[in-house]
């Protein structure tokens, strides 16, 4: 069990009368990139937010890193992008980043610049966020995902919005945090992603995990 990243018992998610999450059981282990699939509504996002504890399951149990996620609780060392990435829009992209990275202090200015860089942007810009395209706040919200070198990224449509050199970039830039030991989540609507980043692949349709 050393292995396992995620632990994930009995996990249901009902909001009134409205079941999101169906008995959903999975172990996830290290160093993977592991897919989910499913149309719009099928509990994708749902999971995703009660894995970083921004929701709390009806029932169930959620461990991560061997940590019960409980309320008010958040796993250590992870990164996310859940839905569309939320900055200031009157500040540059390295002022956005700095400010997160404050909250931690863990990370040097330096650091901070390179994360922007691996995702294609130029840290040194003086564009304000708010003048940014959807791709270039998608690549963003990338940079500020792994800019504190998390052994978890969880990642709700990491390529939305991404032009076909940004699809690429984003995609080699995974399997390089692979490589590093790095344990991904995805999902994404484009098959080609998930075939070509992923070890294993869940499918998920009205809150069931398909087998």
Request: proline share 3%.
């Amino acid at each position: 069990m050393d292995n396992v990243v995620i632990s994930i018992k009995g996990l249901t998610k009902q909001v009134k009368d409205n079941i999101i999450l169906d008995n959903i059981n999975i172990d996830i282990a290290r160093g993977k990139i592991v897919g989910f699939i499913g149309r719009n509504g099928s509990g994708k996002t749902m999971l995703f937010k009660t894995i970083c504890g921004l929701a709390n399951p009806s029932s169930g149990q959620i461990f991560v890193f061997g940590k019960k996620i409980e309320h008010g609780s958040f796993p250590v060392n992870f990164g996310a992008i859940i839905e569309n990435p939320g900055f200031i829009p009157n500040y540059t992209a390295f002022a956005n980043l700095k400010m997160l990275a404050s909250i931690k202090n863990i990370i040097s200015d330096e650091e901070i610049k390179k994360s922007i860089e691996k995702v294609g942007l130029d840290p040194n810009e003086k564009k304000k966020v708010g003048k940014y395209s959807l791709g270039m706040k998608q690549r963003l919200g990338i940079a500020q995902a792994i800019m504190e070198k998390p052994e978890l990224l969880i990642l709700d449509e990491p390529m939305n919005g991404l032009d076909k050199d940004g699809v690429v970039l984003i995609r080699n830039l995974l399997l390089e945090l692979r490589e590093t030991g790095v344990t991904i989540l995805i999902s994404s609507h484009n098959s080609e992603d998930i075939k070509v980043l992923c070890d294993k692949v869940f499918e998920l349709d009205r809150g069931k995990l398909l087998l």
